[in-house]
């Protein structure tokens, strides 16, 4: 390092397609990416979700498809959201053994059973969602204290509750997203006790609050007014982020989660280092959102910033991503190289 007769050139380690190639410290792989879907009770067709282009609200038969396409790109997974016809203050159709949600997991290892029959190859992992805002009539995660605070221990009695239910209907991972403590044991407990120990708990464990998060309340017709600063993290913090990690592998997470991603690529890497169980990043509605707007009005290549966005999440220490592009990033991977850009 230290000779001063050596000029060091970096840039011979640039100087090719090939070598370029070779030398790619990560490259991203469909089987790491896991494709969020939205399932919405009582329509007949598909509903476009207008603030995050080329998304929708599925019906139960197209969700069916969009597994079934998922499966044949080889992606990794799939997280499910449901999105109700009826919404109550305690969130009662997100327990409901017949809830929408329920219906699409049925729906979503239908779709991947069908697949792997016909390919011989692994579909993706079925996960859902385990949260009440899409299920309750204020919006927030959980039930309310009669002062309108969330109220952890209820809220989390109820979580075991809907986790069993998911596990019942086929979810191979339930996902707690409502940041309540103790989420991750009193599942683990309840899904053990209904004899699904071989469910396994991705646990959102670094969840900011986040305005990245505002094309994902039109995505599953949020009634939310307010905020959810009194149980998702401030952005101001980032050892909160590891502890809440410590606490959850503590607890038994099989996986734990960061989110959203491309704002706190510090907590992912501090997880990534610190976590002795994968480690997955959600890259937000507001993320995907952003890139497609930039990208619609010309001012950013589309793709280039999508695939290194991407990258920079998996650089950051993330084994799974949580994408919207999950399906076009794996079209992209599936065409050959190029030798184009050779100097
Ligand atoms: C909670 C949940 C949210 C997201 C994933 N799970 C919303 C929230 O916490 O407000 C956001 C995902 C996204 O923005 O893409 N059910």
């Not at 990794?76 to 969130?91: C, K, N, Q, S, Y």
């Not at 075991?160 to 209907?169: F, G, L, P, R, S």
């Not at 708990?201 to 900011?208: D, E, H, P, V």
């Not at 998996?314 to 065409?335: C, F, M, N, P």
Request: one cysteine or more; charged letters at 25%; hydrophobic letters at 45%.
């Amino acid at each position: 390092m230290s000779n001063p007769g050596i000029v060091h050139r970096p840039r011979r380690l640039r100087a090719t397609p090939r070598v370029r190639r070779l030398v790619a410290e990560h490259r991203l792989h469909p089987a790491d990416l896991v494709l969020p879907l939205f399932v919405k009770e009582g329509i007949g067709e598909p509903v476009p979700i207008s603030s995050m282009p080329g998304q929708v609200q599925h019906t139960e038969a197209t969700l069916g498809d969009a597994v079934a396409a998922a499966a044949r790109a080889g992606i990794g997974g799939v997280m499910l959201f449901g999105i109700p016809a009826e919404r109550d203050a305690t969130g009662s159709q997100g327990l409901a053994p017949d809830g929408i949600l329920q219906r699409g997991i049925r729906i979503a290892r239908e779709a991947v059973a069908a697949v792997e029959a016909e390919s011989g190859r692994p579909g993706p992992v079925v996960m859902a969602d385990t949260c009440l805002d899409e299920f309750t009539d204020h919006g927030h995660c959980g039930v309310l204290t009669p002062e309108g605070t969330v109220d952890n221990d209820a809220t989390v009695e109820l979580y075991a509750t809907m986790a069993v239910a998911q596990a019942e209907a086929g979810a191979e991972v339930v996902s707690p997203s409502g940041m309540m403590d103790g989420q991750v044991a009193a599942i683990r407990e309840a899904l053990d006790a209904a004899g699904h120990s071989d469910v396994a708990i991705l646990a959102y464990s670094a969840k900011y609050a986040s305005a990245f998060y505002g094309p994902f309340r039109e995505a599953v017709d949020s009634a939310l007014s307010g905020d959810r600063r009194t149980y998702q993290m401030d952005a101001a913090n980032s050892r909160e982020g590891l502890r809440e990690a410590d606490l959850d592998l503590d607890q038994g997470a099989d996986l734990v989660m960061v989110k959203p991603a491309g704002t706190s690529l510090d907590v992912l890497r501090g997880v990534a280092d610190r976590s002795d169980v994968p480690v997955a990043a959600y890259q937000v509605s507001g993320e995907y959102a952003m890139i497609e707007a930039a990208a619609a009005n010309g001012w950013i290549d589309r793709r280039g910033a999508v695939l290194e966005s991407v990258l920079a999440i998996k650089r950051a220490g993330a084994d799974v991503i949580l994408t919207y592009w999950a399906l076009e990033i794996s079209d992209w991977l599936a065409q050959p190289a190029t030798t184009e850009g050779r100097r």
